[in-house]
């Protein structure tokens, strides 16, 4: 038997509803075909922008926006993607595939693709091969109300008025992609690029220092003793894969053993925010610097006849599994974790929409993503959950994840059942509140393999869940085998 205790009465922070993130990147078809279309195609659009991924990604509520990179942030310059279309440079994508693009999609399409969708933009800035003075004028250019050559610039190509820039990356992987940095210099750069991220015309920029990927710890002391009260935010990457130079195996042929171990994987997240977070609170006792993960997912082999470089993969209800699992993991520690992007939106990694041609399907972590809407700027409640374990090989894992929040008197509580072999009961105690009614939505499949195609789009999709009875002022649970639920309790 599970059970969980929720603390009710408790509960100290919100969380933020930039958790619920996403990354669209300049890589295969994630923004020419996935988002980006041309205002002349025979795809529905608004301004180039096509209209059945707007669609599905406003039902998302997205919080935030990551663009133009990863990697190709570091390559890329701003200039060349504003003006008239016709005229504007083409320029080849060295990280992803050598294709060469060409620029249709830049500064005004992605401020555009964000108001659609209702996202906050977060743009990520070009260290790498950019200068100074390039990253000052992308930010005047973008924010500045008066009269000034770039603003007038950006008033001659069609935005009157300044957008608001919330968020701002002072470059990426900087250690890797970005420039094949040490920290103690990427720290001397952060400094100096981030002097010139100005704010203006009333808007304030957060600015996201380059953070470490996975567990280089180092990486992280460094820049928090030498720039960390010059900062907003500082990011870290984690993807729950093989190690680099392994075989990443098939997004939808694997074994349970195979399942097994990319949820190990998944849940190391845990010791990464919890030793990264120990490092900035010993130079930010008060949490005033968020820990950003703004890339995070699966990352397996590419599909079959597809171009490896542009990195598309089909989602499962494992990756369902991982981004449950992901997700309750940044609400136990959202009180510095205040920020994630999923890697990524569109046709690239474990994206949440699957495009093909005029065919759009939803995957199974666009569903996961659904089901935790009820998080978004709630209050964290904590719970005690002691749970069993199921054993896989040598492995033995935790069979429950969970995590609750309330807001406006509805308590909210997601349930991550990991074993694919037998169902589980919950018991749930709540301490400081009492439950009238519970209803919720289940996401479950036969198997772990199960997924999305576009003959077959609803083979894993959300259900109203049946499950859950309350009983002498107790929640009891049954979940069955693989499967992800939310459910809302009510007075």
């Not at 994630?30 to 209209?51: F, K, Q, T």
């Not at 659609?116 to 977060?122: F, L, W």
């Not at 519970?438 to 077959?456: C, E, K, M, S, Y």
Request: with cysteine; proline share 6%.
């Amino acid at each position: 038997m599970n059970r969980i205790v929720i603390h009710a009465d408790q509960g100290s922070f919100t969380l933020n509803r930039n958790l619920y993130g996403h990354f669209a990147e300049h890589l295969g078809r994630g923004i020419y075909e996935g988002l980006w279309v041309g205002e002349d195609a025979a795809i529905p659009n608004v301004r180039g922008i096509r209209s059945d991924v707007v669609a599905a990604l406003r039902r998302l509520r997205p919080a935030v926006l990551r663009w133009p990179g990863g990697c190709f942030a570091d390559e890329y310059h701003w200039r060349d993607g504003i003006g008239p279309r016709a005229a504007r440079p083409a320029m080849l994508n060295s990280h992803w595939g050598g294709v060469v693009e060409n620029n249709h999609f830049g500064t005004h399409e992605f401020f555009d693709l964000c108001e659609q969708i209702g996202a906050e933009p977060y743009i990520c800035g070009n260290v790498g091969s950019g200068t100074v003075r390039e990253m000052q004028e992308w930010v005047e250019y973008c924010t500045f109300a008066g009269r000034s050559p770039l603003a007038e610039l950006r008033r001659a190509h069609g935005r009157e008025q300044p957008w608001r820039l919330p968020y701002f990356g002072i470059g990426n992987e900087n250690m890797g992609c970005g420039g094949m940095m040490r920290p103690e210099y990427y720290a001397d750069e952060y400094r100096r690029y981030q002097t010139y991220v100005r704010h203006l015309s009333g808007n304030r920029v957060s600015k996201i220092a380059c953070g470490p990927n996975g567990a280089n710890y180092e990486w992280t002391e460094v820049l928090m003793k030498r720039a960390g009260g010059l900062m907003d935010g500082l990011t870290l990457h984690y993807y729950a894969m093989p190690p680099w130079g392994e075989d990443k195996g098939r997004a939808t042929e694997f074994s349970l053993e195979e399942y097994g171990r990319t949820l190990e994987r998944c849940l190391v997240m845990d010791e990464l925010l919890a030793r990264h977070g120990t490092i900035m609170d010993r130079y930010d006792p008060k949490k005033r610097v968020a820990l950003i993960v703004d890339e995070w997912g699966t990352w397996w082999e590419p599909e079959p006849g597809a171009n490896p470089d542009f990195l598309f993969q089909q989602s499962t209800m494992r990756d369902a599994m991982v981004a449950a699992l992901t997700l309750n993991l940044f609400h136990h520690h959202g009180a510095r974790v205040r920020m994630a992007n999923i890697a990524q939106t569109v046709n690239v990694l474990q994206a949440v929409v699957l495009t093909d041609g005029p065919r759009i399907v939803l995957s199974p972590t666009y569903h996961v993503f659904d089901l935790f809407q009820v998080h978004q700027d709630a209050t964290y409640l904590p719970l005690h959950l002691a749970g069993d374990d199921w054993e896989i090989g040598s492995r033995k894992l935790p069979a429950i994840s969970a995590s609750a929040s309330r807001r406006d008197g509805r308590i909210a509580l997601s349930l991550a059942h990991t074993d694919p072999g037998r169902e589980a009961r919950v018991e749930v105690s709540l301490r400081g509140a009492e439950a009238g009614a519970v209803a919720g939505r289940i996401l479950h499949a036969p198997t772990v393999q199960a997924h999305n195609t576009f003959d077959r789009p609803d083979t894993v999709r959300l259900r109203p869940f049946a499950g859950a009875r309350l009983s002498g002022g107790r929640l009891e649970v049954t979940l069955p085998p693989a499967s992800v639920v939310t459910l809302e309790l009510t007075p």
